[in-house]
């Protein structure tokens, strides 16, 4: 298995570890963190097995999925995670996700966040392609996508199955040969 490290001005990005459970808790956990997010605030024990599981998927060959702590440089604490999930069928292709702690929003970690998963993505893995999608209330986000490069493509109608029932999503992307451009 090949450990992610991957680092920017100010943020860093690097696989999970069973030592990040807190941290991340702190994300997951928190029912303002996880408003937009398609499930209800997760226990200890929910994240310690979704830390489980990215390890796990660490040691896939091909690998396929990257779940990262987001890593203050300056300060050395985990503030927020990272998902990068390659479709199996489409290998050129990755969706992202990403969470952060609410003390760091509203200061551009989220932009930073996104540019490195961007980053990470086309030049570390080679990426064609790379997309998210968002809660259409969540404008933060909107916002670090779009200004960390990525295209709004569209609204899937009843996208995800949350706790409080079906809802849309809008999508972003980002190609690789736009993103080397700017």
């Known amino acids: 298995m090949r450990q992610v490290v991957w680092n920017g001005e100010r943020l860093g990005l690097r696989d999970v570890t069973e030592a990040d459970v807190p941290a991340l808790h ?36 091909p690998r396929l999925l990257y779940v990262m702590a987001v890593v203050d440089a300056e300060r050395h604490d985990v503030i927020g995670v990272a998902r990068l999930h390659i479709e199996a069928d489409h290998p050129h292709s990755a969706e992202i996700g990403f969470g952060l702690r ?28 790379i997309w998210g999608a968002r809660s259409p209330a969540n404008l933060p986000a909107q ?40």
Request: proline share 5%; with cysteine; charged share 20%.
């Open 26 to 61: 702190a994300i997951y956990g928190d029912p303002t963190v996880t408003h937009h997010m398609p499930f209800a605030p997760r226990t200890v024990g929910e994240v310690a097995g979704l830390v489980e599981a990215a390890m796990a998927a660490a040691c896939a060959e």
């Open 143 to 182: 916002l670090a996508m779009l200004t960390a490069g990525m295209v709004e493509e569209g609204r899937i109608r009843h996208h995800v199955h949350t706790p409080l029932g079906w809802r849309d999503s809008i999508v972003h992307s980002a190609l690789e040969d736009e993103w080397i451009e700017r």
């Open 102 to 129: 609410p003390d760091v929003w509203g200061r551009g970690a989220g932009t930073d966040l996104v540019r490195s998963l961007l980053s990470f993505g086309f030049k570390g893995l080679r990426l064609h392609r």
